[in-house]
Structure formats: structure tokens, C-alpha cells
């Protein structure tokens, strides 16, 4: 079982809205560095947005102004508030924590030591 749970993928229109939300348990993850990847078919995995222990953000510039990462620690939970999709945003999207980073979160997947199984997300035009 994986230690990261991601929910709220789905299938929208394009110019719709998801929220992905990702859940753990055992350590507090959203303590640490957390991050949203993606992997569409045929393509590599790409960090999409990321949040350090104190809240600061950052983003690829492909979602820069249209997602949104945040987190509340009282529950554990990461979330990632999608807005105006595009079809190329269609993709398997996974949450990840690095448990030894608090700050100066890394951009590669090998850097990240949680993670999710990933959840469905699929826009149409």
C-alpha cells in the first residue's frame, strides 16, 4: 500500500476546474517537501508544482496562474486547485513528499521519497 493517497481526478471539459487532494498517514509529510508530478502518455514524469515546510510555492510555467498547490497540516493533506484545463494537461498526477527536505525543494522525481499511486486526469476539448 502506498504511503500517499491522491483523490479527485477525473474528466472535465476544457476550460474546467479539478481539485486533487492527497492524504498520509504515519509521519507528518506536509511538514516536509511536498510536490505534484505528472506523466502523460509517452512523456516524462514533470514536477507541476511544489511547497516547502513554510508554504512557499512553485510551479512549471506551463500551469503558472492557472493551478494552485497548497496544504493544511492539521490533516496531513496536500491539495492542487486546477483551473482553466487544457487538453494538455491530461495526465496521471501523483503527489510526493521528501521526508529529509524541508526547504529548497528538488525538481526530480529521484529526489522525492513518498508517493502516491497516482490519480486520472483527463480533459477534453
Known amino acids: 500500500q502506498a504511503p500517499l493517497a491522491e483523490s479527485g481526478g477525473g474528466s472535465v471539459q476544457a476550460g474546467g476546474s479539478l481539485r486533487l487532494s492527497c492524504t498520509g498517514s504515519?509521519?507528518?509529510?506536509?511538514?516536509?517537501?511536498m510536490a505534484w508530478f505528472r506523466q502523460a502518455p509517452g512523456k516524462e514524469r514533470e514536477r507541476v508544482a511544489s511547497i516547502d515546510s513554510g508554504g512557499s510555492t512553485t510551479y512549471v510555467a506551463s500551469v503558472q496562474g492557472r493551478f494552485t498547490i497548497s496544504k493544511d497540516n492539521g490533516k496531513n493533506t496536500l491539495y492542487l486547485q486546477m483551473d482553466s484545463l487544457n487538453p494538455e494537461d491530461t495526465a496521471t498526477y501523483s503527489c510526493?513528499?521528501?521526508?529529509?527536505?524541508?526547504?529548497?525543494?528538488?525538481?526530480?522525481?529521484?529526489?522525492?521519497?513518498?508517493w502516491g499511486q497516482g490519480t486520472q486526469v483527463t480533459v477534453s476539448s
Open positions: 504515519g509521519i507528518p509529510y506536509t511538514t516536509y517537501c
Open positions: 510526493a513528499a521528501d521526508s529529509r527536505r524541508k526547504f529548497f525543494c528538488g525538481s526530480g522525481r529521484s529526489q522525492y521519497n513518498y
